[in-house]
Protein backbone atom coordinates (compact mmCIF):
# COMPACT_ATOMS: atom_id res chain seq x y z
CA UNK A 1 0.00 0.00 0.00
CA UNK A 2 0.72 3.49 -0.76
CA UNK A 3 1.56 5.88 1.38
CA UNK A 4 -1.68 8.54 1.62
CA UNK A 5 0.19 11.16 3.65
CA UNK A 6 3.88 11.35 5.72
CA UNK A 7 4.88 13.93 8.10
CA UNK A 8 8.56 14.40 9.94
CA UNK A 9 9.85 16.09 12.64
CA UNK A 10 6.81 17.90 13.24
CA UNK A 11 7.23 20.38 16.08
CA UNK A 12 4.11 22.73 17.58
CA UNK A 13 4.96 25.55 20.07
CA UNK A 14 2.57 27.39 21.71
CA UNK A 15 4.03 30.59 23.99
CA UNK A 16 6.60 28.26 25.20
CA UNK A 17 4.57 25.11 25.88
CA UNK A 18 5.88 22.38 23.05
CA UNK A 19 2.59 20.85 22.62
CA UNK A 20 4.49 18.65 20.11
CA UNK A 21 7.91 17.38 19.64
CA UNK A 22 9.53 15.99 16.43
CA UNK A 23 6.33 14.32 15.30
CA UNK A 24 7.20 11.60 12.52
CA UNK A 25 4.80 9.43 11.13
CA UNK A 26 2.72 8.41 7.80
CA UNK A 27 -0.66 6.84 6.78
CA UNK A 28 -1.06 4.15 3.96
CA UNK A 29 -4.22 4.25 1.70
CA UNK A 30 -7.00 2.30 3.30
CA UNK A 31 -5.24 2.04 7.35
CA UNK A 32 -6.92 2.74 10.25
CA UNK A 33 -4.79 4.65 13.17
CA UNK A 34 -5.66 4.68 16.60
CA UNK A 35 -4.16 8.13 17.92
CA UNK A 36 -4.41 7.34 21.96
CA UNK A 37 -2.63 9.98 24.62
CA UNK A 38 -3.81 11.79 27.84
CA UNK A 39 -5.42 14.25 27.77
CA UNK A 40 -3.11 17.65 26.74
CA UNK A 41 -0.64 15.13 25.30
CA UNK A 42 -1.40 16.79 21.82
CA UNK A 43 -3.49 14.57 19.86
CA UNK A 44 -5.71 17.75 18.66
CA UNK A 45 -2.86 20.08 18.11
CA UNK A 46 -1.61 16.83 15.56
CA UNK A 47 -4.29 16.71 13.67
CA UNK A 48 -5.31 20.33 13.04
CA UNK A 49 -1.72 20.43 11.56
CA UNK A 50 -2.69 17.53 9.63
CA UNK A 51 -6.28 19.57 8.39
CA UNK A 52 -3.83 22.90 7.53
CA UNK A 53 -5.35 24.64 10.85
CA UNK A 54 -2.49 25.43 12.53
CA UNK A 55 0.81 25.34 10.94
CA UNK A 56 3.93 23.87 12.12
CA UNK A 57 7.08 25.05 13.70
CA UNK A 58 9.25 23.50 11.40
CA UNK A 59 9.19 19.64 9.53
CA UNK A 60 7.81 18.23 6.74
CA UNK A 61 4.36 16.61 5.51
CA UNK A 62 4.20 15.08 1.83
CA UNK A 63 0.84 14.58 1.24
CA UNK A 64 0.86 11.68 -2.01
CA UNK A 65 3.35 13.23 -4.18
CA UNK A 66 3.05 16.37 -3.22
CA UNK A 67 5.53 18.05 -0.46
CA UNK A 68 3.36 21.01 1.36
CA UNK A 69 4.79 23.75 2.63
CA UNK A 70 2.44 25.50 4.89
CA UNK A 71 -1.28 25.33 3.61
CA UNK A 72 -4.64 26.23 5.15
CA UNK A 73 -7.57 24.35 5.92
CA UNK A 74 -9.21 24.86 2.42
CA UNK A 75 -5.91 23.42 0.68
CA UNK A 76 -6.15 20.60 3.20
CA UNK A 77 -9.47 19.27 1.91
CA UNK A 78 -8.43 20.13 -1.44
CA UNK A 79 -5.51 17.44 -0.71
CA UNK A 80 -8.47 15.39 0.64
CA UNK A 81 -8.44 15.70 3.92
CA UNK A 82 -11.23 15.97 6.17
CA UNK A 83 -11.60 16.60 9.97
CA UNK A 84 -14.50 15.69 12.15
CA UNK A 85 -13.81 17.67 15.40
CA UNK A 86 -14.73 16.95 19.07
CA UNK A 87 -17.05 19.91 18.83
CA UNK A 88 -18.08 18.91 15.04
CA UNK A 89 -18.21 22.21 12.90
CA UNK A 90 -20.89 22.18 11.07
CA UNK A 91 -23.05 25.19 10.08
CA UNK A 92 -25.94 24.98 12.77
CA UNK A 93 -28.74 27.63 10.80
CA UNK A 94 -27.76 25.86 7.52
CA UNK A 95 -29.80 22.73 6.22
CA UNK A 96 -27.86 19.10 5.98
CA UNK A 97 -27.66 19.56 2.14
CA UNK A 98 -25.44 23.18 2.89
CA UNK A 99 -23.60 21.97 5.17
CA UNK A 100 -22.61 19.16 2.86
CA UNK A 101 -21.68 21.45 0.18
CA UNK A 102 -20.25 23.82 2.67
CA UNK A 103 -16.47 23.77 0.76
CA UNK A 104 -18.09 25.65 -2.20
CA UNK A 105 -19.70 27.84 0.19
CA UNK A 106 -15.80 28.77 1.59
CA UNK A 107 -14.77 29.03 -1.48
CA UNK A 108 -17.02 30.79 -3.23
CA UNK A 109 -17.17 33.18 0.19
CA UNK A 110 -20.92 33.82 0.00
CA UNK A 111 -24.20 31.74 -0.13
CA UNK A 112 -24.44 29.82 -3.01
CA UNK A 113 -27.44 28.40 -4.94
CA UNK A 114 -27.13 24.76 -4.94
CA UNK A 115 -27.64 23.30 -7.91
CA UNK A 116 -30.17 19.57 -8.92
CA UNK A 117 -26.51 17.75 -9.42
CA UNK A 118 -25.26 18.53 -6.56
CA UNK A 119 -28.72 17.90 -4.55
CA UNK A 120 -28.47 14.13 -5.94
CA UNK A 121 -24.98 13.39 -5.16
CA UNK A 122 -25.65 14.42 -1.39
CA UNK A 123 -28.53 12.31 -1.09
CA UNK A 124 -26.85 9.23 -3.02
CA UNK A 125 -23.96 9.74 -0.31
CA UNK A 126 -26.47 9.70 2.56
CA UNK A 127 -28.27 6.63 1.09
CA UNK A 128 -24.43 5.20 0.34
CA UNK A 129 -24.10 5.60 4.31
CA UNK A 130 -27.04 4.05 5.11
CA UNK A 131 -28.85 6.79 7.12
CA UNK A 132 -32.14 8.62 6.61
CA UNK A 133 -31.82 12.26 6.84
CA UNK A 134 -33.65 14.85 5.57
CA UNK A 135 -31.09 17.17 3.46
CA UNK A 136 -33.43 20.15 4.01
CA UNK A 137 -33.52 20.10 7.70
CA UNK A 138 -31.60 22.41 9.63
CA UNK A 139 -28.58 20.69 11.51
CA UNK A 140 -28.71 22.56 15.07
CA UNK A 141 -32.12 20.27 14.93
CA UNK A 142 -31.04 17.19 14.74
CA UNK A 143 -29.41 14.93 17.15
CA UNK A 144 -25.48 15.13 18.08
CA UNK A 145 -25.12 11.48 15.64
CA UNK A 146 -26.98 12.64 12.86
CA UNK A 147 -24.77 16.04 12.97
CA UNK A 148 -21.85 13.44 13.08
CA UNK A 149 -22.97 11.49 9.61
CA UNK A 150 -23.40 14.76 7.98
CA UNK A 151 -19.88 15.68 8.88
CA UNK A 152 -18.84 12.40 7.10
CA UNK A 153 -20.93 12.81 4.06
CA UNK A 154 -19.20 16.10 3.54
CA UNK A 155 -15.98 14.74 4.13
CA UNK A 156 -17.14 12.31 0.98
CA UNK A 157 -18.53 14.77 -1.20
CA UNK A 158 -15.52 16.44 -0.85
CA UNK A 159 -13.87 13.42 -2.13
CA UNK A 160 -11.69 12.91 1.16
CA UNK A 161 -9.27 10.44 1.10
CA UNK A 162 -8.70 10.90 4.83
CA UNK A 163 -10.90 11.32 7.22
CA UNK A 164 -9.89 12.50 11.02
CA UNK A 165 -12.40 11.66 14.02
CA UNK A 166 -11.52 13.40 17.13
CA UNK A 167 -13.48 11.74 19.91
CA UNK A 168 -16.46 11.21 17.64
CA UNK A 169 -18.00 8.62 20.05
CA UNK A 170 -17.92 10.96 23.30
CA UNK A 171 -21.75 11.44 22.84
CA UNK A 172 -23.23 8.77 21.02
CA UNK A 173 -25.37 5.80 22.56
CA UNK A 174 -23.99 1.87 22.04
CA UNK A 175 -25.99 1.40 18.99
CA UNK A 176 -25.35 4.95 16.99
CA UNK A 177 -21.30 3.77 17.54
CA UNK A 178 -22.05 0.50 16.06
CA UNK A 179 -23.68 2.28 12.54
CA UNK A 180 -20.65 4.62 13.08
CA UNK A 181 -18.01 2.09 13.08
CA UNK A 182 -19.90 0.36 9.81
CA UNK A 183 -19.33 3.35 8.29
CA UNK A 184 -16.44 3.66 8.77
CA UNK A 185 -15.49 0.50 7.70
CA UNK A 186 -17.22 0.50 4.57
CA UNK A 187 -14.61 3.72 4.13
CA UNK A 188 -11.46 1.31 4.61
CA UNK A 189 -12.77 -0.57 1.86
CA UNK A 190 -12.96 2.07 -0.49
CA UNK A 191 -9.14 3.13 0.59
CA UNK A 192 -10.15 5.85 2.64
CA UNK A 193 -7.66 6.80 5.27
CA UNK A 194 -8.67 7.00 8.71
CA UNK A 195 -7.64 8.56 11.84
CA UNK A 196 -9.23 7.81 15.06
CA UNK A 197 -8.94 9.61 18.00
CA UNK A 198 -10.70 8.29 21.27
CA UNK A 199 -9.99 7.50 25.43
CA UNK A 200 -11.94 4.86 25.10
CA UNK A 201 -9.33 1.81 24.09
CA UNK A 202 -11.73 -0.95 23.30
CA UNK A 203 -12.89 1.05 20.52
CA UNK A 204 -9.75 1.83 19.04
CA UNK A 205 -8.73 -1.97 18.99
CA UNK A 206 -11.91 -2.82 17.56
CA UNK A 207 -11.66 -0.31 14.31
CA UNK A 208 -7.83 0.50 13.64
CA UNK A 209 -5.20 -1.29 12.21
CA UNK A 210 -2.53 0.43 14.29
CA UNK A 211 -2.45 2.60 17.15
CA UNK A 212 0.28 5.32 17.70
CA UNK A 213 0.08 6.55 21.41
CA UNK A 214 1.28 10.03 22.33
CA UNK A 215 2.69 11.50 25.61
CA UNK A 216 3.62 14.65 26.24
CA UNK A 217 3.68 15.97 22.71
CA UNK A 218 6.28 12.69 21.58
CA UNK A 219 4.83 9.46 20.07
CA UNK A 220 6.30 6.80 22.44
CA UNK A 221 5.19 4.10 20.57
CA UNK A 222 3.29 2.97 17.06
CA UNK A 223 2.03 -1.04 17.05
CA UNK A 224 -0.21 -3.20 15.25
CA UNK A 225 -3.18 -3.24 17.32
CA UNK A 226 -3.08 -6.75 17.06
CA UNK A 227 -0.08 -7.08 18.83
CA UNK A 228 -0.92 -4.98 21.66
CA UNK A 229 -4.03 -4.70 24.23
CA UNK A 230 -5.66 -2.29 26.77
CA UNK A 231 -3.09 -2.36 29.62
CA UNK A 232 0.18 -1.96 27.73
CA UNK A 233 -1.66 0.88 25.94
CA UNK A 234 -2.67 2.53 29.51
CA UNK A 235 0.52 2.33 30.58
CA UNK A 236 2.28 3.47 27.37
CA UNK A 237 -0.30 6.59 27.31
CA UNK A 238 0.44 7.26 31.19
CA UNK A 239 4.21 6.37 31.62
CA UNK A 240 3.31 3.74 34.78
CA UNK A 241 0.63 1.39 34.86
CA UNK A 242 -2.62 1.44 36.12
CA UNK A 243 -4.39 -0.12 39.06
CA UNK A 244 -8.11 -0.68 39.50
CA UNK A 245 -9.50 -0.99 42.79
CA UNK A 246 -12.73 -0.98 44.04
CA UNK A 247 -14.30 1.22 46.65
CA UNK A 248 -14.27 0.77 50.51
CA UNK A 249 -17.53 0.22 52.63
CA UNK A 250 -18.94 3.22 53.26
CA UNK A 251 -19.92 3.58 57.36
CA UNK A 252 -23.76 2.08 57.71
CA UNK A 253 -24.75 4.75 60.22
CA UNK A 254 -24.88 7.43 57.46
CA UNK A 255 -28.03 8.84 57.26
CA UNK A 256 -29.86 9.16 54.46
CA UNK A 257 -29.30 12.31 52.59
CA UNK A 258 -31.49 11.44 49.50
CA UNK A 259 -34.78 9.44 49.81
CA UNK A 260 -36.89 9.00 46.65
CA UNK A 261 -40.02 7.50 46.86
CA UNK A 262 -42.70 6.44 44.34
CA UNK A 263 -41.38 8.37 41.89
CA UNK A 264 -43.13 8.72 38.90
CA UNK A 265 -43.10 10.05 35.34
CA UNK A 266 -45.56 9.06 32.84
CA UNK A 267 -43.81 7.24 30.21
CA UNK A 268 -40.09 8.02 31.60
CA UNK A 269 -39.65 6.30 34.84
CA UNK A 270 -42.51 4.36 37.08
CA UNK A 271 -41.94 3.76 40.82
CA UNK A 272 -38.80 4.52 41.55
CA UNK A 273 -37.38 3.99 44.84
CA UNK A 274 -34.35 4.59 46.70
CA UNK A 275 -31.86 5.74 49.30
CA UNK A 276 -28.46 7.70 48.67
CA UNK A 277 -26.52 8.28 51.74
CA UNK A 278 -24.08 10.87 52.78
CA UNK A 279 -20.54 10.08 51.46
CA UNK A 280 -21.80 7.57 49.36
CA UNK A 281 -21.23 7.17 45.43
CA UNK A 282 -24.17 5.18 43.71
CA UNK A 283 -23.96 4.46 40.52
CA UNK A 284 -26.73 4.15 37.64
CA UNK A 285 -26.50 2.15 34.64
CA UNK A 286 -29.01 0.63 32.21
CA UNK A 287 -29.27 0.49 28.75
CA UNK A 288 -30.30 3.72 26.42
CA UNK A 289 -34.16 4.36 27.13
CA UNK A 290 -33.85 2.83 30.71
CA UNK A 291 -34.92 6.20 31.93
CA UNK A 292 -31.56 6.81 34.02
CA UNK A 293 -30.99 10.71 32.50
CA UNK A 294 -34.81 11.08 32.57
CA UNK A 295 -35.20 10.44 36.87
CA UNK A 296 -31.37 12.62 36.74
CA UNK A 297 -33.18 15.68 35.46
CA UNK A 298 -36.77 14.90 37.38
CA UNK A 299 -34.45 15.33 40.29
CA UNK A 300 -32.63 18.31 39.31
CA UNK A 301 -35.95 19.87 38.26
CA UNK A 302 -35.72 20.44 34.49
CA UNK A 303 -38.11 17.53 33.94
CA UNK A 304 -40.17 17.12 37.09
CA UNK A 305 -41.99 13.99 38.20
CA UNK A 306 -45.92 13.67 38.28
CA UNK A 307 -46.02 11.83 41.36
CA UNK A 308 -43.85 10.42 44.35
CA UNK A 309 -41.87 11.81 46.78
CA UNK A 310 -38.08 13.77 47.26
CA UNK A 311 -36.89 13.91 50.85
CA UNK A 312 -33.55 16.19 51.27
CA UNK A 313 -31.73 15.18 54.77
CA UNK A 314 -35.41 13.42 55.87
CA UNK A 315 -37.64 16.51 55.11
CA UNK A 316 -39.88 16.02 52.07
CA UNK A 317 -38.69 18.56 49.32
CA UNK A 318 -41.56 19.58 45.78
CA UNK A 319 -39.08 20.10 42.79
CA UNK A 320 -40.91 21.68 40.21
CA UNK A 321 -37.98 23.24 38.38
CA UNK A 322 -34.17 23.75 38.63
CA UNK A 323 -34.85 26.25 41.47
CA UNK A 324 -36.21 24.19 43.74
CA UNK A 325 -33.13 21.53 43.37
CA UNK A 326 -30.63 24.05 43.68
CA UNK A 327 -32.16 25.53 46.77
CA UNK A 328 -32.43 21.68 47.59
CA UNK A 329 -29.29 21.38 47.60
CA UNK A 330 -29.08 19.44 44.38
CA UNK A 331 -26.35 20.02 41.52
CA UNK A 332 -26.04 18.28 38.00
CA UNK A 333 -23.70 18.24 35.48
CA UNK A 334 -24.87 16.68 32.77
CA UNK A 335 -23.03 15.12 29.77
CA UNK A 336 -22.86 17.12 27.16
CA UNK A 337 -19.42 19.16 28.26
CA UNK A 338 -19.39 21.67 25.38
CA UNK A 339 -22.85 23.26 25.95
CA UNK A 340 -22.26 23.35 29.69
CA UNK A 341 -21.30 27.16 30.17
CA UNK A 342 -18.04 27.63 29.95
CA UNK A 343 -16.95 30.95 28.52
CA UNK A 344 -13.92 29.87 26.65
CA UNK A 345 -12.59 33.44 26.29
CA UNK A 346 -12.45 33.70 30.26
CA UNK A 347 -9.63 32.70 32.34
CA UNK A 348 -9.90 29.20 33.73
CA UNK A 349 -10.25 30.78 37.31
CA UNK A 350 -13.44 33.05 36.39
CA UNK A 351 -15.02 29.78 34.91
CA UNK A 352 -14.48 27.48 37.98
CA UNK A 353 -15.68 30.22 40.47
CA UNK A 354 -18.55 31.16 38.14
CA UNK A 355 -21.32 29.20 39.50
CA UNK A 356 -20.23 30.54 43.19
CA UNK A 357 -19.41 34.29 42.69
CA UNK A 358 -21.44 35.45 45.54
CA UNK A 359 -19.00 33.61 48.22
CA UNK A 360 -15.96 35.84 46.87
CA UNK A 361 -17.83 38.90 47.29
CA UNK A 362 -16.54 41.12 49.73
CA UNK A 363 -17.28 45.05 50.97
CA UNK A 364 -19.18 46.85 47.99
CA UNK A 365 -19.30 43.58 46.20
CA UNK A 366 -16.08 44.16 45.14
CA UNK A 367 -14.23 40.12 44.04
CA UNK A 368 -11.77 38.61 46.20
CA UNK A 369 -9.42 38.22 43.63
CA UNK A 370 -6.54 36.24 45.05
CA UNK A 371 -9.29 33.74 47.29
CA UNK A 372 -10.69 33.52 43.34
CA UNK A 373 -7.03 32.86 42.62
CA UNK A 374 -6.21 30.44 45.56
CA UNK A 375 -9.24 28.18 44.84
CA UNK A 376 -8.79 27.51 41.00
CA UNK A 377 -5.14 26.83 41.93
CA UNK A 378 -6.68 24.47 44.57
CA UNK A 379 -8.83 22.57 41.80
CA UNK A 380 -5.91 22.91 39.18
CA UNK A 381 -4.09 20.80 41.30
CA UNK A 382 -6.10 18.03 42.86
CA UNK A 383 -7.80 17.79 39.13
CA UNK A 384 -4.61 18.00 37.24
CA UNK A 385 -5.73 20.42 35.03
CA UNK A 386 -2.71 21.05 32.25
CA UNK A 387 -1.93 24.73 32.43
CA UNK A 388 0.70 26.83 33.68
CA UNK A 389 -1.37 29.62 34.94
CA UNK A 390 -5.00 30.16 36.40
CA UNK A 391 -4.86 32.99 34.01
CA UNK A 392 -5.14 31.30 31.01
CA UNK A 393 -8.03 31.41 28.64
CA UNK A 394 -10.49 27.87 28.77
CA UNK A 395 -9.67 28.15 24.75
CA UNK A 396 -6.38 27.34 25.32
CA UNK A 397 -6.84 23.76 27.36
CA UNK A 398 -6.82 20.72 25.71
CA UNK A 399 -10.97 19.40 25.26
CA UNK A 400 -10.46 17.16 27.94
CA UNK A 401 -8.50 19.93 30.35
CA UNK A 402 -12.09 21.73 29.57
CA UNK A 403 -14.10 19.36 31.14
CA UNK A 404 -12.25 19.13 34.52
CA UNK A 405 -12.97 22.83 34.85
CA UNK A 406 -16.76 22.26 34.55
CA UNK A 407 -16.39 19.65 37.17
CA UNK A 408 -14.14 21.91 39.08
CA UNK A 409 -17.12 24.14 38.74
CA UNK A 410 -19.44 22.22 40.76
CA UNK A 411 -17.52 20.58 42.73
CA UNK A 412 -16.82 24.09 44.31
CA UNK A 413 -20.32 24.38 44.86
CA UNK A 414 -20.44 21.53 47.44
CA UNK A 415 -23.75 20.48 46.59
CA UNK A 416 -25.24 18.38 48.90
CA UNK A 417 -26.26 15.92 46.49
CA UNK A 418 -24.33 16.05 43.06
CA UNK A 419 -25.36 14.12 40.27
CA UNK A 420 -23.22 13.41 37.32
CA UNK A 421 -24.75 12.15 34.06
CA UNK A 422 -21.29 10.54 32.39
CA UNK A 423 -18.43 12.93 34.42
CA UNK A 424 -15.75 11.41 32.33
CA UNK A 425 -16.27 10.85 28.55
CA UNK A 426 -13.55 12.64 26.66
CA UNK A 427 -10.76 12.24 30.08
CA UNK A 428 -8.05 10.27 29.95
CA UNK A 429 -7.85 6.79 32.47
CA UNK A 430 -4.94 8.39 34.48
CA UNK A 431 -7.00 11.71 35.10
CA UNK A 432 -10.08 9.52 36.05
CA UNK A 433 -8.63 7.94 38.89
CA UNK A 434 -7.44 11.04 39.90
CA UNK A 435 -10.21 13.07 39.67
CA UNK A 436 -12.39 9.71 41.81
CA UNK A 437 -10.14 9.99 44.20
CA UNK A 438 -10.66 14.15 44.69
CA UNK A 439 -14.16 12.96 44.46
CA UNK A 440 -13.65 10.49 47.52
CA UNK A 441 -12.09 12.91 49.61
CA UNK A 442 -14.62 15.53 49.12
CA UNK A 443 -17.41 12.62 50.18
CA UNK A 444 -15.53 11.77 53.42
CA UNK A 445 -15.29 15.31 54.36
CA UNK A 446 -18.03 16.98 53.58
CA UNK A 447 -20.95 13.97 53.70
CA UNK A 448 -21.77 14.67 49.69
CA UNK A 449 -24.10 12.42 48.42
CA UNK A 450 -22.95 11.28 44.27
CA UNK A 451 -25.40 9.95 41.82
CA UNK A 452 -22.93 8.86 39.03
CA UNK A 453 -24.62 8.12 35.86
CA UNK A 454 -22.43 5.91 33.26
CA UNK A 455 -22.05 3.59 30.38
CA UNK A 456 -18.81 2.95 31.33
CA UNK A 457 -18.83 -0.19 33.26
CA UNK A 458 -15.67 -0.32 34.24
CA UNK A 459 -16.62 3.17 35.78
CA UNK A 460 -19.43 2.32 37.29
CA UNK A 461 -17.47 -0.95 39.06
CA UNK A 462 -14.67 1.16 40.20
CA UNK A 463 -16.04 4.31 41.95
CA UNK A 464 -19.30 2.90 43.28
CA UNK A 465 -20.83 2.09 46.81
CA UNK A 466 -23.51 0.03 45.15
CA UNK A 467 -24.91 0.49 41.71
CA UNK A 468 -28.53 0.86 40.39
CA UNK A 469 -29.47 -1.06 37.49
CA UNK A 470 -32.25 0.53 35.37
CA UNK A 471 -34.05 -1.40 32.77
CA UNK A 472 -37.28 0.46 30.84
CA UNK A 473 -38.15 3.07 33.67
CA UNK A 474 -37.65 0.63 36.66
CA UNK A 475 -34.86 -0.03 38.91
CA UNK A 476 -34.19 -3.52 38.10
CA UNK A 477 -31.75 -4.34 40.20
CA UNK A 478 -29.60 -2.56 43.69
CA UNK A 479 -26.25 -3.96 43.51
CA UNK A 480 -24.46 -4.01 47.10
CA UNK A 481 -21.14 -3.52 47.11
CA UNK A 482 -19.87 -6.44 47.22
CA UNK A 483 -22.45 -7.90 44.00
CA UNK A 484 -20.61 -5.66 41.95
CA UNK A 485 -18.50 -6.54 39.32
CA UNK A 486 -17.86 -6.01 35.80
CA UNK A 487 -19.33 -9.29 34.78
CA UNK A 488 -21.99 -9.59 37.07
CA UNK A 489 -23.24 -6.02 35.21
CA UNK A 490 -22.28 -6.99 31.47
CA UNK A 491 -24.16 -10.15 32.06
CA UNK A 492 -27.34 -8.61 33.39
CA UNK A 493 -27.20 -5.49 30.65
CA UNK A 494 -26.93 -8.51 27.90
CA UNK A 495 -29.56 -9.96 28.88
CA UNK A 496 -31.62 -6.96 29.08
CA UNK A 497 -30.62 -6.42 25.57
CA UNK A 498 -31.85 -9.71 24.23
CA UNK A 499 -34.78 -9.74 25.62
CA UNK A 500 -35.49 -6.51 23.49
N1 LIG B 1 -4.49 27.64 21.27
C1 LIG B 1 -3.70 27.17 22.24
N2 LIG B 1 -2.99 28.02 23.00
C2 LIG B 1 -2.17 27.57 23.98
N3 LIG B 1 -2.01 26.27 24.28
C3 LIG B 1 -2.69 25.38 23.56
C4 LIG B 1 -3.59 25.77 22.51
N4 LIG B 1 -4.13 24.66 21.97
C5 LIG B 1 -3.62 23.62 22.67
N5 LIG B 1 -2.75 24.04 23.61
C6 LIG B 1 -2.00 23.20 24.55
O1 LIG B 1 -1.34 22.18 23.83
C7 LIG B 1 -1.35 20.94 24.55
C8 LIG B 1 -1.95 19.86 23.68
O2 LIG B 1 -3.34 20.10 23.51
P1 LIG B 1 -4.27 19.18 22.61
O3 LIG B 1 -5.57 19.89 22.49
O4 LIG B 1 -3.56 18.84 21.36
O5 LIG B 1 -4.43 17.88 23.54
P2 LIG B 1 -5.27 16.54 23.29
O6 LIG B 1 -4.28 15.43 23.26
O7 LIG B 1 -6.17 16.70 22.13
O8 LIG B 1 -6.10 16.41 24.66
P3 LIG B 1 -7.65 15.96 24.97
O9 LIG B 1 -7.62 14.48 25.11
O10 LIG B 1 -7.90 16.58 26.31
O11 LIG B 1 -8.53 16.48 23.91
C9 LIG B 1 -2.13 21.23 25.82
O12 LIG B 1 -1.24 21.45 26.87
C10 LIG B 1 -2.93 22.48 25.50
O13 LIG B 1 -3.18 23.23 26.66
MG1 LIG C 1 -8.31 16.87 21.95
Excluded at 92 to 101: A, D, K, Q, R
Aim: glycine share 8%.
Amino acid sequence: MEDFIKIENINKNFSGLQALKNISFSIKNGEAIGLCGANGSGKSTLIKILAGVLAPDGGTIRIEDTNMVSYGPLAGIKHGISVIYQDISLFPTLSVLENICLARFIEQGRRISIIGGEKNRAKSILEELGVNINIDAIVEELPIASQQLIAIARALNNQSKLIILDEPTTALTSKEVKLLFNIINKLKQNGISIIFISHKIDEILELCDTVTILRDGEIVASKPVKETGIAEIETLMMGQSLVYSQMEDINKDQKPVLEVRSLTKKNNFKDINFTLRHGEILGVTGLLGSGRTELALSLFGMYPADSGTIAVDGVNRTINNVQDAVKAGIAYVPEDRLTEGLVMSYPIKDNIVLATLDSFKELFSFLNNKAIKDTAGKWIQSLSIKTDSADNTVSMLSGGNQQKVVLAKWLEKNPKILILDGPTVGIDVGAKAGIFKTIKEMIKEKGTGIILISDEIKEIVSYSHRVIIMRNGRVAKILERNEISEGYIQDILSEQKQAL
